[in-house]
């Protein structure tokens, strides 16, 4: 059995800087053209039997821990301001009405943490049987190898185990540790002074000599690395497991139908296409 489990929140931002400017009669549809766009895209190479949503909450429980988790430095004008405002207004109808409407009911999230954390609890309790595509492009992803492979849409590739231990020479469950030594940009995470994730791999695989004042400054940062591993680890403490919740998805094509002409994605009304996305969620 395949299954599919989706990133929403980086399809969501993936199609805000790429067709977030589409709209149809006043309304903004880009996202959600965008968000359908990519999820077509990720069943056409993976062929799932179901497919699993999970989302970030709003509220995050590491900037209890680190406040500048996550935080952005630039300040945004009022017109950015009011573009994220409608962009995150289409994040929720995709996630509280339209995939249920659509039968796509496992669409998931918890209070305080991330897509990421809840991926990380499901493919690491995940069925024998199961085999487990992630679609994300989020690099934290990769200490999650041993239980998975990585759909990366961006790049067009799938990571797996063995392509991961063949061009890092480490293992999947070692990257953890290359984040907590090097830190995270995207998240704001601070690293060792001076270190980046070659050089983090560097020093894990053992190249590094021990004379060298780099080795030597990451060995004196065990303080800012051990901090590093509440907010880089997947998953959080406390993420819960939606194994027991999982149910087989009733997608309708007669409602994806009419959403689409609601909203004026008519590229999805083709023939063509059509028989792609029945065929592809028609389980």
Avoid at 130 to 157: F, P, R
Avoid at 162 to 177: D, R
Avoid at 239 to 249: A, H, L, S, W
């Amino acid at each position: 059995m395949k299954t599919l489990l989706i990133d929403s929140n980086y399809l969501c931002y993936k199609a805000k800087l790429t067709t977030g400017f589409l709209e149809f009669n006043g309304m903004q549809t880009g996202i959600m053209f965008g968000f359908f766009n990519q999820l077509i895209k990720a069943a056409k190479k993976i062929e799932p039997d179901n497919v699993v949503f999970f989302w970030d909450s709003k509220q995050n429980k590491r900037k209890e821990i680190y406040p500048d988790y996550k935080k952005r430095n630039k300040d945004q004008t009022e017109e950015e301001k009011k573009e994220w405002e409608a962009a995150f207004q289409q994040f929720n109808q995709i996630s509280q009405s339209i995939l249920p409407q659509l039968g796509l009911y496992n669409n998931f999230h918890q209070k305080g943490y991330e897509s990421d954390d809840l991926i990380a609890q499901y493919t690491m309790n995940k069925s024998k049987k199961e085999e487990i595509y992630v679609a994300t492009s989020d690099d934290d992803m990769l200490q999650l190898l041993e239980y998975c492979s990585i759909l990366n849409l961006g790049k067009d590739i799938t990571m797996t185990k063995t392509k991961f231990i063949e061009e890092y020479e480490l293992h999947p469950e070692q990257w953890a540790s290359v984040k907590k030594i090097a830190g995270c940009n995207s998240d704001n995470v601070p690293g060792v002074s001076g270190v980046g994730e070659k050089t983090a791999i560097k020093y894990l695989k053992g190249d590094l000599k021990k004379t060298s004042k780099i080795y030597q400054r990451i060995k004196e940062s065990s303080d800012l690395i051990k901090f590093n591993e509440q907010l880089v680890v997947l998953p959080f403490e406390g993420t819960m497991d939606v194994q027991n919740q999982i149910t087989n998805n009733e997608f309708s094509m007669r409602e994806f139908l009419r959403f689409c002409r609601e909203y004026g994605l008519f590229s999805f009304r083709k023939d063509k296409k059509k028989d792609e996305i029945r065929k592809l969620f028609e389980k």
